[in-house]
């Protein structure tokens, strides 16, 4: 997974506040995603994107924005936590046809 | 919309067993099949594919078969070690942004 970086690993948030998480590339990727990973659900998509400056909904978004202002980066944030949001967090990237490839995650605990 | 069900975990077994790993899907459209494997802590990565009826993915020893009669995916192994414990999640692609449907993920044990 060289060249892409998902930051933070672990963040404890108290309800309410907000709080972004970042998925860095330098590879050229046109296909971002965020995903989420709880227990007995798999993994589920948040939000993606096809390219610079687009993105749309997955089958979870109710709660994040995202943004893809620049290629290199797709932000997800969180304006107001809750706890249901408690998850794994993963940002995935496309290079090539419907092949997806997955950062390390992000665990977030929101009490 | 597309779905996919795999078999529920823990599946536990002993080195050099054979192992079997269910997953059929609904989908519209005509789907590009996918097996993830995740180890403890980390993110997950793809083990194979297949991107047309009757195609055999294969990695690492392990293999699927895309039947599109039977509208299943099942990741076999000859011989388990123990270094295959994991969660293992099928996937399908349909569509425009390559979105991926996963199932829910079998987590497998192998014991020595």
């Known amino acids: 997974n060289a060249g892409v970086t998902q930051t933070p690993k672990f963040r404890v948030l108290k309800t309410g506040q907000s709080m972004t998480l970042l998925c860095a590339q330098d590879?050229?990727?046109?296909?971002m995603y965020w995903y989420r990973q709880d227990p007995g659900m798999g993994l589920r998509l948040i939000h993606y994107?096809?390219?610079?400056?687009?993105?749309a909904k997955g089958e979870v978004p109710d709660g994040y924005n995202v943004s893809r202002l620049k290629k290199q980066n797709f932000l997800l944030g969180l304006e107001s936590a809750a706890p249901s949001q408690t998850s794994v967090y993963f940002c995935?990237?496309?290079?090539?046809?419907?092949?997806?490839?997955f950062g390390a995650g992000t665990r977030l605990s929101v009490l | 919309g597309n779905s996919v069900t795999q078999m529920e975990g823990p599946v536990t077994l002993s080195e050099e067993a054979f192992l079997t790993i269910n997953c059929t899907y609904t989908a519209t459209g005509y789907p590009s099949l996918f097996w993830y494997v995740q180890y403890p802590g980390e993110g997950l990565q793809l083990l194979l594919k297949?991107?047309?009826?009757?195609d055999k993915g294969s990695n690492k020893g392990f293999e699927a078969t895309y039947r599109k009669e039977t509208t299943s995916f099942h990741l076999e192994k000859g011989s388990v070690q123990v270094s295959d414990s994991a969660v293992y999640f099928c996937?399908?692609?349909?569509?425009?942004?390559?979105?991926?449907?996963f199932g829910t993920g079998t987590q497998l044990k192998v014991e020595l």
């Open positions: 996937a399908l692609s349909t569509g425009g942004g390559n979105k991926l449907t």
């Open positions: 995935a990237w496309g290079i090539a046809k419907n092949i997806q490839y």
């Open positions: 297949a991107t047309k009826a009757d």
């Open positions: 590879m050229n990727h046109e296909y």
């Open positions: 994107s096809v390219g610079e400056g687009t993105t």
